[in-house]
């Protein structure tokens, strides 16, 4: 069993940067490939961004390519994901997720989440 809890969101002007925490217990932690998704009001869940056990691989959505970062630290048990240049549209409630096996995109191959953080990008 993994509990996540995240942390570090916020309000921010766009242009602005926020960087997001996701701490798991437990002491399985890099046994497993993480993702943060996040979901806008009346929208569904959408990938944002994911790493793989080792921190060697990591993949984006287009969306925030080029924007957003994401890392872990193993030796914490977190996951962060580092989000500059700010736009209105990046507005959600932000997830971290994790999972046994191979970093990938689809949220429902997930099997554990946090409660979420809430993102919310002024113009």
């Known amino acids: 069993q993994v509990q996540l809890v995240e942390s570090g969101g916020g309000l921010v002007q766009a242009g602005g940067s926020l960087r997001l925490s996701c701490t798991a217990s437990g002491r399985t932690f890099r046994s497993y490939a993480m993702g943060w998704f996040r979901q806008a009001p009346g929208k569904e869940r959408e990938f944002v961004a994911t790493i793989s056990w080792s921190g060697g691989t990591s993949m984006y959505a287009d969306s925030v390519k080029g924007r957003f970062t994401i890392s872990r630290d193993n030796a914490k048990n977190t996951v962060y994901l580092q989000m500059n240049s700010l736009k209105p549209e990046d507005t959600a409630v932000y997830y971290c997720?994790?999972?046994?096996?191979?970093?990938?995109?689809?949220?429902?191959?997930?099997?554990?989440w946090g409660q979420g953080t809430q993102v919310t990008v002024s113009p």
């Open positions: 997720a994790a999972r046994m096996g191979g970093s990938i995109s689809i949220d429902d191959e997930y099997d554990y």
